[in-house]
Nanobody
Framework: QLQLEESGGGLVQPGGSLRLSCVVA????????IAWFRQAPGKEREGVAA???????EFGESVQGRFTISRDNPKKTVYLQMNSLKPEDTARYYC????????????????????WGQGTQVTVSS
């Protein structure tokens, strides 16, 4: 079972920034699509961002223009840069992985991913 570990969460004021990291315990990250999801208490899980093996990205509507996703395959790490944070961004953030060597795109649907991390909490509050 693939292991993923998120880090970088914390408390930040509205308008601030955070960078989350997801380290994937895999021999070669090159052939994996990676996505970030989030879930706030009482709310459904939401797709935040995804990046394919070709570094093509997809973003949820609520974070478009504020968040970016990138990958560093030699470091086996995917990053989620979050800028202009809002209180409604408060949630637990999870990264997920799926072996997709044939697909230049990365889906933003949780059902497409079969390995998940434990999550990291992000709280946006003054």
């Amino acid at each position: 079972q693939l292991q993923l570990e998120e880090s970088g969460g914390g408390l930040v004021q509205p308008g601030g920034s955070l960078r989350l990291s997801c380290v994937v315990a895999v021999r070669n990250l090159d052939y994996y699509a990676i996505a970030w999801f989030r879930q706030a208490p009482g709310k459904e899980r939401e797709g935040v961002a995804a990046i394919s093996i070709a570094a093509i990205t997809e973003f949820g509507e609520s974070v478009q223009g504020r968040f970016t996703i990138s990958r560093d395959n030699p470091k086996k790490t995917v990053y989620l840069q979050m800028n202009s944070l809002k209180p409604e961004d408060t949630a637990r953030y999870y990264c997920a992985a799926k072996h997709r060597p044939w697909d230049l795109l990365a889906p933003l649907s949780a059902d497409e991913y079969d390995a998940w991390g434990q999550g990291t909490q992000v709280t946006v509050s003054s």
